[in-house]
């Protein structure tokens, strides 16, 4: 015993002697988290909205075309010579870059094309501006667009900034689950599932109220795909047009369960110009009636929604 | 012992006792302060240099893989060969940089940092291939796998590449200001030695009446070489470790901040183009850098200001401001024809091979930029190891030199001082 204190004194010693006594560096592995690509922005546990849903108008409800001229179509626009129109350039089926091509595509891309023919005749000038969902009632309202036909819902609260064209699709809300999730509708999610959505859309409400599921928002929905494929998610929820562009890309995928929200997509105008909406709601019954639209709902539609194209009877305010 | 200090032979004895200590001293502390010197150059140019080069091209490496990986997508999947070769040879340079820095790490710091850009390494890869796979397939999901590999190497690798860059540059400092350091107390022994000296001289003159003693002369001329050559190698190496710091590694560490900041701008640009407009953040970031590297006082104006006497490096960086402001004016352009949906023309624009000198693409005018910057990184790669090379230089032989001065010096008083003991014994 005092042998052993004495050896640890003169170990002691010999340390202050030598002041060389410095703890070894620790050479054990150093400790690092599995690295998992996050796209930035995303975030967990989002914030749910709780305001009541604006419900005092009917949304559907748009102009009755009349007799309203082409020439007071044309005079509505910022530049008789050209139509712009905001699309995205980002939603795979709907509106995309075809990444062969480098030119843009879609269902969205179809129907506006065949209105600005329609407008301008078969050799019309469209530009095509790519725009993010927030920018779009700001773009055409400052000009910057004749026209917005992007996925766009229409509701009361929109309907208060722009005006819409009488509905050209009707899309719902659905989920997107891998095929051997075993997941065939919101009853089946628990609240074990993350479920994942683009943020500051109407999708993280309803996800959150009509399931368990945890919601996950990234600021690019397509960013939910990517997150689906890590497995970092467990599911998708948003406009079942959204999931189908979403389905094409992946066959280890599908868009199950019912529609559990409506989405009845418009095309947008600058505030006050009725003249232009009126014009197109004519346009769109006419491509509705001639196959057009039906013949772009094969193309894009049909086979990734599995079902077949009806589409929506336009609906008039006056 | 006490009582033969009073007699004349104890005192001399006593004096030679003092004299031989000083001597001892200032030669030993003197030769280790040079070797310990070398000792530290010698690392700035291994072990800690090393790292630090290494760290540096590793964050070089990171970044230009970056913005070829990203540029390289919007060619829709049939990237130019030199586009693909100077992406493979990023990550080539970026996975060699990583082994050799995981070698000359010393701090757990470092080591953790190296670990976890190491586990990155294959995650970013795999989002790179997979982007790319998705592009050929057609399916527009590659992009989101490119901006999440760029995310990746934008939040968590680049910021760790620049933490061990920070600390090797640290350590590589410590060093030099250790390497440049006046080795005061073998100065402070010598000049005392040389003191006792010229007193016990005028001491013994004046007990002896003899004017010199040829022993303790020559132990002072020797002393006074000692105290010269420690004095000069000293000082001359600390000028050199500071010339190699001013000339060679200072502007080296600038150059690669212009370099990395133009990639990052150019891969800010490609992932505009990839999230087809839609990615405001990218544009904000694109402005940032591109500010952060031409704006008045900042990077291309330090490196002029750094290089104002040198015609060949300041002309280097007048060919890469004149590319950035090709570069920028062509930027507008796409921005201009992205939004206004011609986004092909954009994209070729962006990644195209360009119309020759009169119409460059922003692919050819980014490779001019960052072509100058790199030459003007191995010019001044190579100063930093020529004035590491003259510091060590005016070390060498230093050490012996003063070891054989300081132990002549001892012999030479105590023979002096001994003749005249020995006098008194006679």
Known sequence: ?318 | MLAALRFTPGQLRGVLVLVAALILGAGITGMTAIIAKSAVIEETTSQSGRLSVAALSLYQALSQADATAASSYLTAGTPSDEMNETYREAMRDATVALATAAGEVKTPADTALVAELNARMPVYTGLVETARTFNRLGEPVGATYQEQASTLMREEMLPKAHDLQENSLGQLNDSRAEAAAFPWVAAGLAVAALGTLVWAQMWLSRKTNRVFNLGLVGSTVLLVGFAGWLATASLASASHTNTSHEDGSAPLELLAEAEITAQQARAEESLLLIARGEDQAAADRFEEHFKALTDPGKLLDRLDEAFADDAELSANIDTAREAAETWRAGHDEVVKLAQSGQYTDAVVLVVGEGGGEDAPSLWTSFTTLNNALTEATDVSAERFAEATNDAQRSLSGAAAGLAALALGALISAAVGIQLRVAEYYA
């Not at chain 1, 065939?184 to 959150?208: E, K, P, Q, Y």
């Not at chain 1, 019954?285 to 639209?293: D, E, F, K, M, R």
């Open chain 1, 1 to 318: 015993m005092i042998r052993n204190q004495l050896r640890l004194a003169a170990a002691a010693a010999a340390c202050l002697v030598l002041a060389a006594c410095s703890q070894p560096a620790d050479m054990g592995p150093p400790q690092v988290d599995v690295p998992t690509p996050l796209p930035s922005g995303i975030d967990f546990s989002p914030e749910i909205e709780t305001e009541p849903v604006d419900e005092s108008c009917t949304p559907l409800a748009s102009y009755n075309p009349g007799t309203t001229s082409v020439e007071q179509a044309i005079a509505g626009l910022d530049n008789q010579d050209q139509i712009t129109i905001g699309v995205s350039q980002s939603t795979n089926l709907m509106g995309y870059i075809d990444p062969e091509t480098n030119t843009p595509a879609g269902f969205d891309i179809d129907i506006a094309t065949a209105i600005a023919h329609s407008i301008l005749g078969p050799d019309a000038t469209i530009r095509w501006v790519p725009m993010t969902s927030g920018e779009r009632e700001e773009a055409v309202n400052s000009d910057r667009v004749d026209m917005v036909v992007r996925t766009m819902t229409m509701n009361c609260k929109r309907w208060a900034n722009v005006e819409f064209s009488a509905e050209y699709f009707h899309a719902g809300q659905r989920l997107l689950v891998p095929t051997a999730s075993g997941i065939t509708g919101l009853a089946d999610l628990a609240d074990d599932h993350r479920v994942c959505t683009g943020d500051g859309s109407t999708s993280v409400r309803t996800i959150a109220e009509q399931s368990a599921a945890q919601a996950v928002t990234v600021p690019d929905f397509n960013d939910c795909l990517v997150l689906l494929q890590q497995g970092t998610v467990d599911a998708i929820t948003s406009d079942d047009t959204i999931l189908a562009g979403m389905a094409a890309q992946d066959p280890t995928l599908e868009v199950v369960g019912e529609a559990f929200s409506q989405e009845p997509y418009g095309m947008a105008f600058q505030k006050g110009n009725t003249d232009l909406a009126r014009y197109v709601n004519g346009a769109l019954a006419q491509i509705i009636a001639n196959g057009t639209w039906q013949t772009a709902y094969n193309k894009w539609l049909e086979g990734p929604l599995g079902v077949p194209g009806v589409p929506p009877t336009p609906q008039y305010r006056d």
